[in-house]
């Protein structure tokens, strides 16, 4: 397995520990026959870098099975396999040349829920318009639109 290790200028260590374990990975997918022994040192390798990482990388990874996941994905992303996304929690992540970027859809608005009102609620209410006071205030006191205190009156 090569040695060289690209400039880790600016890098934090969870991020060069998944540069690390990107190495590795790539070294265990090159091998040519699973019978290797140094295919084991680099798979204890890489079970000592997915326990640091789930160590450093809490809360986006819970166990070293996750990392591992991570790092089969990374690799799959690096081949061209699957398209470029961003590892979580890994700030320096420059796709791949070639790669196209997954553009991350626009959030849609919560839509508003109506607000609900409890049987005594609804019982005072009701009490309150009938005796004079104006539907607006009972509303506003509820935090909702008089239409929507309408809906909310209208349930049983």
């Known amino acids: 397995m090569p040695e060289h290790t690209p400039p880790t200028h600016g890098k934090s260590i969870a991020e060069q520990l998944w540069d690390r374990m990107d190495e590795v990975m790539d070294f265990i ?36 099975k996750a990392v591992t996941r991570e790092a089969v994905r990374r690799y ?32 849609v608005a919560a839509t508003k829920s109506v607000p609900t009102l409890t049987t005594k609620e609804k ?11 104006p539907k607006s205030a009972i509303a506003k006191m509820h935090k909702m639109t008089e239409a929507e205190l309408d809906t909310a009156l209208a349930t049983p």
Do not use: H
């Not at 699973?34 to 990874?61: H, I, N, S, T, W």
């Open 76 to 107: 799959k992303m690096r081949q061209g396999d699957i398209e470029w996304e961003p590892t979580p929690g890994y700030n320096y992540n420059p796709p791949p040349a070639g790669t196209k970027y997954i553009v991350e859809k626009p959030k």
């Open 123 to 133: 019982n005072d209410a009701r009490y309150a318009i009938n005796g004079g006071i």
């Open 29 to 64: 997918y090159s091998m040519d026959t699973m019978r290797d022994p140094e295919l084991d040192v680099y798979k204890g390798e890489g079970r000592g870098l997915a326990f640091a990482l789930k160590l450093m990388c809490q809360p986006y990874f819970p166990d070293e």
